[in-house]
């Protein structure tokens, strides 16, 4: 595990015009471990909003239904109240640690920043540890930790600053760069195309929500992953229809299409031809062999 140097910082505000645009709170870097560690947000006595970025180990995040695990890396961004909680749950791991920091602030000029955000990312966001938002954050944490003394203002600067970097780096991902979520999206699409779920099964077990992870995808592969998937379908029912006599409802099924009828309107849309004329003429036509590859491309 690695060691963080613990504490949490109140912050007291002596500017005016700190009401009226951007507050910091309170702010920290904790550790929990063995204990009952939950927070319903939709019934607390808090204001404002709440940024957890997690630095080692993992803890649990849920909203709506859906339940994300939020390991090194991962960061939520609330706005109280919500319908939401955050959790350690030692009952089904022992073992489990969570070392995080925080950040509590409030101030209308923080809104925008925040729709965007939760708009563009959903409701988990995936930050990098040498990611400008973080380093940031371990800027003003730093200064508190020192008790340098602090110029007027400062604070409703950096969580302006904060807020930027944040929403830039979901925004704009750094070209060029290569992400290991679009490798594991792109194996998993592969072996389980046949789900008529995949996607929504991939966000979950990847622990990434879809709106980033199509960001990613789109970055380094230059489509969608619907796109992508869709391709990776078609190209095993070409197999399936060259190599095999099975019907095109069963062909469907195990192609993860809804049913035959949508799997040959998606076929009529691509190939521009019908599954059945396919199959009829790939079957017979000597001068394209059982299992000739045939190039897809899907338009978006």
Not at 109 to 124: C, D, N, T, V
Request: proline share 5%; aromatic share 16%.
């Amino acid at each position: 595990m690695t060691l963080f140097e613990l504490g949490s910082y109140g912050y007291l505000n002596t500017d005016s015009i700190a009401e009226q645009t951007l507050r910091v709170y309170d702010l920290g870097v904790e550790t929990r471990r063995n204990e009952t560690y939950c927070y319903e947000n939709k019934d607390r006595d808090y204001e404002g909003y709440l940024f957890q970025y997690t630095l080692d180990g993992y803890g649990m995040y849920e909203k709506e239904g859906e339940r994300y695990q939020l390991s090194k890396g991962k960061a939520f961004f609330i706005h109280f109240p919500e319908d939401s909680r955050y959790y350690l749950n030692p009952a089904k791991d022992p073992n489990q640690t969570w070392t995080y920091f925080y950040l509590h602030f409030n101030g209308p000029a923080a809104e925008p920043f925040f729709r965007r955000i939760q708009e563009l990312s959903g409701p988990i966001i995936d930050l990098e540890p040498d990611s400008l938002p973080v380093t940031h954050f371990f800027e003003l944490y730093n200064t508190l930790k020192s008790q340098k003394p602090m110029e007027h203002y400062y604070s409703s600067e950096w969580l302006y600053r904060f807020l930027v970097s944040i929403l830039r780096y979901v925004e704009f991902p750094k070209a060029g760069t290569s992400s290991p979520y679009v490798a594991a999206a792109m194996d998993f699409m592969s072996k389980h195309y046949g789900r008529q779920a995949v996607l929504s099964e991939m966000g979950r077990e990847m622990g990434i929500t879809y709106p980033h992870l199509e960001r990613l995808f789109r970055r380094e592969q230059g489509i969608s992953p619907v796109r992508y998937l869709t391709q990776l379908r078609l190209e095993e029912s070409m197999k399936l229809l060259q190599n095999t006599d099975l019907g095109l409802d069963e062909i469907a099924k195990q192609c993860g299409f809804s049913c035959a009828n949508y799997f040959a309107k998606v076929y009529k849309k691509v190939i521009h031809i019908t599954p059945a004329e396919f199959r009829r003429q790939h079957k017979l036509d000597s001068s394209c062999p059982l299992g000739t590859h045939i190039e897809i491309t899907v338009q978006e």
